[in-house]
């Protein structure tokens, strides 16, 4: 975290101070939709809205059967309410909006809703040396600097152009890391899954930017199922990023997306979240389920994962970005800041199953609870029989602010070889009186010096961050815990 | 610069524990207070920059003629007033140096003055660190976190030179201070004393004071001030103790 950085912070924190939630506006576009419910009529709706060929029906209807079969999930430490899944909209896209070839062909409403977002489109306002896929509800309405990109071979548009393009690599890597019966919430997304973004990247070739998706949901009552593809061939290198907003509403909605990633020998792939959804009201009403299945497979020898999320929206958040690290020498790395405020809940932390011999993986988990938001983190570090010489090292850190909240944590560890170290550091503290008035003694406001507080309590995971996310996930740190103090 | 007038304040039993203290601190003066343990000194640091915890039931105080106790504490901090913590306190993670950057920064925005970049800063800070004749040792460590008790005092010093407030209340500065440390943060507020800026230093010893001359000396006890006097009274309560004001 870079001195000049702070400055600038403590300025935009004064902007948005009493703001709330800023991204709560909903763009009145006309859009079509399937009518609500879950069945074969609509997987087949859905697939035919996207011209999809016979081989990914087929892939749908069977983790829809899977699906029927499973049952939702209530390990973790959460209280959600009851969702019925037959009254939700599985399909909502911006009407006119059939595969635009261009930008000139997305509807304008839509640009400025991204615009509002502070997301720019447009290349030539496009921050630069970032490229972005838009997603908005359940389509893709834009990806830059794709032209770019092609000259390197790389290949970042939208899921259901993929699918078209692409269908053989699509075919090959989908459901090999995340299977279709995986879990509840995957088998769900697998069956319906709407769109989503698509990254290959050739042998060899450093991509020059960062690529980046903007997950919008719009539509009222739909879910938002989206589905991302990043492989890494060989000897490659991404840095990839996600954020994520959604209007206002007094209903839950449901976001059960799937990630996959796949690293070929010596490939590195470095994926970052910011997560801000909207958490629901002061009281708890409306908000968005986040449930979420991320992983990531290091395949080949000395490749690298690394996932660093910020989570600062939702009502709930239950997601375990996992690395499997098959490759020998393989590194995944996990470093996640978590905050709830309010009546928030947050599940979170990761999974490294290590398989490959010299397997190392680092976990840093900074949780923030604050109002009387509910934090745990819950971790699995697996190391199997051969997986010769693998080290772990986990940090997991709480912060408390005031006396309502609560944070856990749940590590798990499975040890199968001997040669294996594993360490684990856990720490709980809490915001005192006594800090922020020392903080206010020297003149800085309440949330300047609550701000200040907990981005040293995140730092080392904010400094994974590409520079200008980390600029935006200080300031979303402060503005979720607007109102916690005082 | 400071008038407090009548000031009574309780703690959260209800105890009253300033029990109509008087004090009157001129622009460019440094004034003393002494008194026994747990006789209301810290409280009185503490309700005057605006430490929660504290009611304040009666009285007055005007700094530079405005009501300092309508103020939050961090205003009261913009407006020129600075504490010096008996027991300072550490902040785990963030770097002293940001820290006291965003601090002066604050200062400055509220005086209308221009924040200073990072370049500018570090340059404000070596200026600072050679008046003071102090190490740059602690600089890069987390505020107070692992400091000795000793390193504390100093960075509150350094801090106070940084951020040149207009009213300095240093609460026992020097206790816990070996002799050369003591020199060096006694030397630290001879170069801060100033036509424009006020000192009250809450000491026990007279061995500061040996070094930093006051104008005036006060003791407080039972909760208001029961004796002033010039440097002298200093003395004379070394030899004699608080006995003969004890429960005025
Ligand atoms: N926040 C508080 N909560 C409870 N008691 C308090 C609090 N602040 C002060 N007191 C009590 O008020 C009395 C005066 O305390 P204070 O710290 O002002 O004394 P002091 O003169 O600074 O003593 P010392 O010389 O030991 O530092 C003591 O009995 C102390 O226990
Ligand atoms: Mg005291």
């Known amino acids: 975290m870079s ?30 939709s399937a009518p609500p419910g879950l069945n074969e009529d609509i997987i ?20 829809f059967k899977h699906w029927q079969r499973m049952e939702e999930p209530h390990w973790a430490k959460l209280r959600v309410a009851p969702i019925d899944y037959q009254a939700a909209t599985y399909y909502s896209a911006p009407k006119r909006q059939n595969a635009p070839k261009s930008l000139d062909e997305v509807d304008p409403e839509l640009l400025r809703t991204y615009e509002k977002l502070g997301i720019p489109l447009n290349e030539r306002a496009a921050l630069a040396g970032v490229a972005v896929d838009a997603v908005f509800d359940s389509v893709s309405v834009a990806t830059t600097f794709k032209a770019k990109l092609g000259e390197l071979g790389i ?23 995340v299977p279709q019966g995986d879990n509840f919430f995957a088998a769900l997304n697998s069956a319906v899954f709407s769109d989503g973004s698509f990254v290959y990247v050739p042998p060899g070739v450093r991509c020059p930017m960062e690529l980046s998706t903007y997950f919008r949901i719009n539509a009222a009552k739909t879910g938002q199922f989206e589905r991302t593809l990043i492989i890494a061939d060989k000897g490659s290198y991404v840095s990839y990023l996600e954020g994520c907003t959604a209007p206002q509403r007094d209903e839950n909605q449901l976001h059960a997306a799937v990630v996959e990633l796949v690293a070929l020998e010596g490939a590195e792939i470095k994926y970052s979240t910011v997560q801000n959804w909207y958490p629901g009201d002061a009281e708890g009403r409306g908000g968005i389920y986040n449930f979420v299945t991320k992983r990531g497979a290091c395949r080949g020898a000395h490749s690298k994962i690394s996932w660093t999320q910020v989570e600062t929206g939702s009502a709930i958040t239950w997601k375990y970005p996992s690395c499997i690290l098959e490759g020998d020498n393989s590194v995944g790395e996990f470093y996640s800041v978590a905050i709830t405020n309010n009546l928030q809940q947050a599940d979170t932390g990761t999974k490294m199953i290590h398989l490959g011999r010299n397997t190392r993986s680092t976990i840093v988990s900074k949780g923030i ?22 080290r772990n090292y986990t940090q997991c850190d709480s912060l408390l602010i005031g006396h309502k909240c609560g944070a856990h944590t749940v590590p798990y560890i499975e040890v199968r070889n001997p040669s294996a170290r594993v360490e684990h550091e856990a720490t709980t503290s809490k915001i005192s009186e006594d800090q922020m008035f020392y903080c206010q003694q020297r003149g800085l406001s309440q949330e300047d010096a609550l701000s200040l507080i907990v981005n040293g309590f995140c730092k080392e995971v904010l400094k994974e961050l590409p520079m200008e996310f980390a600029v935006e996930a200080q300031k979303l740190l402060a503005v979720s815990l607007e109102g916690s103090v005082g | ?26 622009a460019g003066e440094v004034h003393a207070i002494m008194g026994p343990n747990g006789s209301g000194k810290s409280t009185l640091a503490g309700v005057l920059s605006g430490r929660p915890g504290y009611e304040v039931t009666e009285g007055s105080v005007l700094y530079q003629g405005q009501d300092l106790l309508a103020l939050s504490p961090d205003a009261r901090a913009r407006a020129g007033v600075f504490l010096a913590f008996q027991y300072p306190v550490e902040i785990p993670g963030v770097n002293n140096m940001y820290f006291l950057r965003a601090a002066l920064n604050s200062l400055r925005r509220a005086r209308g003055a221009n924040e200073l970049d990072a370049g500018q800063f570090l340059k404000a800070v070596r200026a600072k ?56 943060v006694a030397g630290g507020i001879n170069k801060l004393r100033a036509p424009d800026r006020a000192m009250v230093l809450i000491t026990h010893y007279q061995r500061l004071l040996d070094y930093v001359v006051p104008d005036r000396v006060h003791v407080l006890s039972g909760g208001r001030i029961v004796k002033s006097g010039d440097k002298t009274l200093a003395a004379e309560l070394e030899r004699h103790g608080y006995a003969a004001y004890e429960a005025a």
């Open chain 1, 369 to 390: 609870s604050a109002g009387r938001g509910q934090n745990t983190y819950r971790g699995l570090v697996r190391i199997q029989p051969k997986a010769e010489n693998a």
């Open chain 2, 129 to 184: 660190l050679k008046l003071l004749e102090i190490g740059d040792d602690l600089l890069q460590r987390a505020v107070n976190a692992g400091f000795s008790g000793g390193e504390k005092k100093r960075n509150e010093i350094f801090q106070m030179a940084m951020l040149e407030p207009k009213l300095a209340i240093l609460d026992e500065t020097d206790s816990g201070l070996d002799i050369d440390a003591l020199k060096l």
């Open chain 1, 3 to 32: 001195s000049p950085a702070t400055v600038k912070n403590a300025e935009t924190l004064r902007e948005v101070a009493g703001e709330g939630y800023k991204y709560g506006f909903v763009t009145d576009i006309e859009s079509e």
């Open chain 1, 155 to 177: 290949i970042f548009c939208s899921f259901g152009e993929a699918v078209r393009e692409h269908g053989e690599l699509v075919r090959r890597y989908l459901g090999s890391v």
């Open chain 2, 1 to 26: 610069m400071l008038e407090i007038r009548n000031l009574h304040a309780r703690i959260a039993d209800g105890r009253e524990i300033l029990n109509g203290v008087e004090l009157v601190v001129g």
């Open chain 1, 44 to 63: 087949a709706f859905i697939s035919a809205k996207k011209h999809e060929p016979a081989w990914l029906l087929d892939w749908r209807i069977s983790a």
